[in-house]
């Protein structure tokens, strides 16, 4: 089963549509799924006391609010409209989380038939509502949450139009950079075996070995944030992949698709020209002459496994030699 990656530039443009079209270009390059940006309105979006988180302070200072930072990182619908283009062009599926019911409305208008809830929102009841009044796909960031904020989500959903056939939820920690020991990537098979539903993983760590590590467990979505540099300004780029990271990541991810197999234990094409090579056969640990009985000191095994198995060693104990056996011969019981 092929992995969706989704490859998140989030606001890593900084409000400047022609780096948003690099990061297009980048996650094309390195053959992520999709690529993701942010739909808000800064006025909708918070108020203008709202403090900045710890994170955000420490990588854009704190001498402006939440607010004037979002002010600046807002696309219009105009950019919208660029960005759809840009990613028809490069041959990558646009996407982008709306944060409030008319940036919904906004993507629903544009032709997006996909949808992202960030884990900002899974405790916005209009907003989760309009989302499954919609019926598409759905996919369901879930930091900060725990399962039962995660029911009351998904059956608002449901209740609203959207089936639990169309959600995949992603364990998510929202932290930037994630510290390791805050992981807890068992915890998205526990989403799993509570709500029967597909399951991904939100990736904020540094490096790509746990997105990796994720695939291998079972996870069907992969969103990472990416940046072109991460000593750019803004909330965001620190905590990101540059693009050569990026490209790792994903064929990381893509070879792990192909190690996982279909599960059934099988002798391998490769292994079938090693088969005798590896493993061993009944030999002659002395010379037998025709009419000795095989015994523990005539018999030994050695390779090739070309000859009787060991296995049959209790078969051919005390069984009478056919022929006389030169040392190391091959037993042709």
């Known amino acids: 089963m092929k992995t969706l990656i989704i490859a998140e530039a989030g606001v890593n443009h900084n409000g400047d549509i022609n780096l948003a079209k690099q990061l297009i270009d980048a996650a094309a390059d390195a053959g992520a799924d999709l ?9 909708r979006q918070v108020t203008r006391l709202a403090i900045k988180a710890d994170y955000q302070s420490q990588n854009t200072g704190s001498d402006e609010s939440q607010y004037e930072m979002l002010r600046k990182l807002e696309l219009t619908e105009e950019m ?22 008319a940036s919904i409305d906004l993507l629903l208008s544009l032709g997006q ?18 989302i499954g009044q919609a019926g598409k796909n759905v996919i369901i960031s879930t930091g900060m949450a725990n399962l039962g904020e995660i029911e009351a989500a998904i059956e608002v959903l449901e209740s609203a139009g959207t089936p639990r056939t169309c959600l995949t939820v992603l364990h998510c920690t929202t932290e930037y950079p994630t510290p390791m020991v805050e992981v807890n990537l068992r915890a998205m098979q526990s989403i799993q075996a509570a709500f029967r539903v597909a399951t991904g993983y939100s990736d904020h760590t540094q490096g790509i070995e746990v997105a990796i590590a994720a695939v291998a467990m079972g ?15 803004g909330p965001d780029h620190k905590a990101s992949l540059e693009p050569k990271e990026l490209i790792a990541m994903v064929a990381a991810i893509r070879n792990i698709e192909i190690a996982l197999g279909d599960g059934v234990k099988r002798l391998t094409a490769s292994e079938a020209r090693n088969k005798s090579v590896a493993r061993k056969s009944l030999v002659a640990s002395q010379s037998i002459q025709l009419g000795e009985v095989f015994s523990a000191e005539n018999l030994t095994t050695k ?9 049959r060693w209790d078969e051919v104990m005390g069984k009478k030699a056919q022929r006389e056996y030169g040392p190391d011969e091959l037993i042709d019981f």
Do not use: Y
């Open 80 to 101: 919208h409209h660029e960005l759809i283009a840009h990613c028809n062009m490069r041959n990558i599926g646009f996407f982008s989380t709306g944060f409030d019911i």
């Open 35 to 43: 690529v993701k940006f942010q739909t808000f309105n800064a006025d």
């Open 113 to 130: 038939d996909h949808f992202k809830i960030p884990s900002g929102e899974i405790t916005n009841l209009p907003f989760l509502r309009r």
């Open 303 to 311: 390779r090739p496994g070309s000859g009787v198995s060991p296995m």
């Open 219 to 233: 996870a069907t979505v992969i969103e990472k944030h990416f940046t072109l540099d991460r000593n750019l300004p």
